[in-house]
């Protein structure tokens, strides 16, 4: 079974899900491996089994988002040290109804960002990596959990050229010219030294009409110049000796690409304050997932995500746990009202 045969089973796997009344339950024997294991964002963390796996993730969900769209708009596969991977990254769309992992239900549309590899093996979904943008949905829900930021706070869109799903077989060579970029481009920012930004030469890679986007709390960048001063500077000031590249997957597919790592990112929070959080002095990691299109000779976009919530967590700060003082803040100032 190669990553197209994987492809295809994690495709019809969701896909046949439409116009069921849980969109968010498939079959449990349908694609899961009995011992599948669970890598999530915190507070789900990591599951072991089928089972649970339906009980913490799925099942929740359904709960939650009873009538809601999944809507990807990047999707690809690839091998990556001999396995097979499968990416996919979009949003859940519907009314969230009742609360879901502490976040009170708002009763009205919201979009949920998702991202998610799939390790296929023996024709079984065997490892899932998947991470939420849990605080963009608590933002939605009213309750925004950390300061204002400088880059844009949307949910973001898909690729603005529409081809970010890669159904069929992609080009060998074109697939061969995004991989060796988005290696570069890695290779680039691990050269990192006292000069800072300047050290790993990124204007090489990026458009410079380049659009990021990145998780609730750091938001988007339009422009190259917009990505440095909103998004990597502020991580290299924090974290001046971080190296990335610590994939558990990485892989390419015609104009697309995607990694994911457990830690992605990892240094010394020994910098400045990264988004209003002192310095720890301590080492971190980012527990994170990437996607990009590419165009032309460069990277144009890039989907980011990242568990934002465990950082803190690392950092001595629950972020979910900030919820129920917001809550009787809210009741207090009705309450006045």
Known sequence: MGFQDAKELVWRLWQSLEGRPQPFVPPR??????HVTFHGPLPIGRLVGRDALFER???????????????????LGGRFEGEDWVATSGDLAGVMVTDWLGLPAPQRPVRLRFGEFYRVAEGRIVEIRCLFDILGLAA???????????????????????????LHLQDADETRRTLNLVEAMIDGCNRLDRRGLDSMGMEAFWHPDMVWHGPWGIGSCYGFREFQNYAQGPSVASFPDRTGGHHRARIAEGVTAAFTGWP?????????????????GKPIGMNLMDFYVRRGARLH??????????FWAQCGVDLLGRIPRLKAAERGGLAAN
């Open 29 to 34: 024997e349908a694609a899961f491996d009995e």
């Open 57 to 75: 993730v799925y099942l929740p969900l359904a709960r939650s988002f009873p009538f809601a769209q999944r809507q990807p708009y990047l999707f």
């Open 140 to 166: 939605q829900a009213g309750y925004p959990l950390l300061p204002p930021f400088e880059g844009g706070a949307v949910t973001p869109p898909g690729p603005c050229a529409g081809n970010g799903l890669c």
């Open 264 to 280: 992605s990112l990892k240094g010394s929070f020994t910098g400045a304050a990264f988004h209003g959080l002192a310095p720890t």
């Open 301 to 310: 976009e890039n989907w980011v995500l990242i568990d934002l919530i465990d």
